[in-house]
Nanobody, 124 residues
């Protein structure tokens, strides 16, 4: 089993920055990918970013490209999401996720492990 714990959410004004962290524990494999999703009230959980831990490839949703950066520290089994130039529409609960092996889809159903979520609120 894998446990994921997020931290770093909060309230920020539009244009500001936040950095989310996700620490993984348990039976992580170097081939397991990690990512971030978000869910706003009344909306489906949506893909934000993912990182290939073996090789470092990254993927982003179009809505966050150029503003968000995902990075990882394999020695610590930790992944980060640096969020810059935040907008009110970025307001959501942000979830850390991990897949068993390389992720196959941006659909949240293809990620097996989830953190408890951390609230990000961007005021206008």
């Amino acid at each position: 089993q894998v446990q994921l714990v997020e931290s770093g959410g909060g309230l920020v004004q539009a244009g500001g920055s936040l950095r989310l962290s996700c620490a993984a524990s348990g039976r992580m494999s170097s081939s397991d990918d990690m990512g971030w999703f978000r869910q706003a009230p009344g909306k489906e959980r949506e893909f934000v970013a993912a990182i290939r831990r073996s090789g470092g490839g990254t993927w982003y949703a179009d809505s966050v490209k150029g503003r968000f950066t995902i990075s990882g520290d394999n020695n610590k089994d930790t992944v980060y999401l640096q969020m810059n130039n935040l907008k009110p529409e970025d307001t959501a609960v942000y979830y850390c996720a991990a897949s068993r092996g390389p992720f196959r889809s941006y659909d949240f159903r293809f990620f097996e492990y989830w953190g408890q979520g951390t609230q990000v609120t961007v005021s206008s």
